[in-house]
T-cell receptor
């Protein structure tokens, strides 16, 4: 596989469920990101990992918990979500970390989350 | 803080030229990027301007004026497949790859 792969593509969960989103990049990149995309809103940066260390937590509620076990994999653990958390969650990677001038992000196709 | 403005929607005719403008306010500046996103798809990188002037890549060109905090994406010889959302993005200050995105411009290309 090539590029950035996200699973599952669609997820429906209740507010009391616990689920995880998975992202895998096959590009040899050093930084990975989680973005949230809601209808009619800009992409919102949630978390950034550079060389497996979290370098950004953009005031995200604790019901979202990221995990980056290695430079190729990124997870977003979800628990006790709210209906307003329904959105498209996009994973991305970049060659260099956020402190460099790198601006080219490669995105996955996203995980469409619906919270009932 | 950061603020990025671009039109919400635009409509153009197949074969025509369309210009999508983007203005930004950031505490520093590290470049302007453009991304394309088709409905249901992933955003894909189109172009990056670090310096003033025009960058051309096939039918698409991107322009930057740092003194005016302004850029645009120019799409020529429009095709139906160009119907998509287009996002301009700037990094906040000197933080490089942590892009902040505009709300996106939804472009509809009509026959």
């Amino acid at each position: 596989e090539t590029g950035v792969t996200q699973t599952p593509r669609h997820l429906v969960m209740g507010m009391t469920n616990k689920k995880s989103l998975k992202c895998e990049q096959h590009l040899g990149h050093n930084a990975m990101y989680w973005y949230k995309q809601s209808a009619k809103k800009p992409l919102e940066l949630m978390f950034v990992y550079s060389l497996e260390e979290r370098v950004e937590n953009n005031s995200v509620p604790s019901r979202f918990s990221p995990e980056c076990p290695n430079s190729s994999h990124l997870f977003l653990h979800l628990h006790t979500l709210q209906p307003e958390d329904s959105a498209l969650y996009l994973c991305a990677s970049s060659q260099d970390g956020p402190s460099s001038g790198a601006n080219v992000l490669t995105f996955g196709a996203g995980s469409r989350l619906t919270v009932l | 803080g950061q603020n990025i403005d671009q039109p919400t929607e635009m409509t153009a005719t197949e074969g025509a030229i369309v210009q999508i403008n983007c203005t930004y306010q950031t505490s520093g500046f590290y470049g302007l990027s453009w991304y394309q996103q088709h409905d249901g798809g992933a955003p894909t990188f189109l172009s990056y301007n670090a310096l003033d002037g025009l960058e051309e890549t096939g039918r698409f060109s991107s322009f930057l004026s740092r003194s005016d905090s302004y850029g645009y994406l120019l799409l020529q010889e429009l095709q139906m497949k160009d119907s998509a959302s287009y996002f301009c993005a700037v990094p906040p200050g000197n933080q490089g790859g942590k892009l902040i995105f505009g709300q996106g411009t939804e472009l509809s290309v009509k026959p």
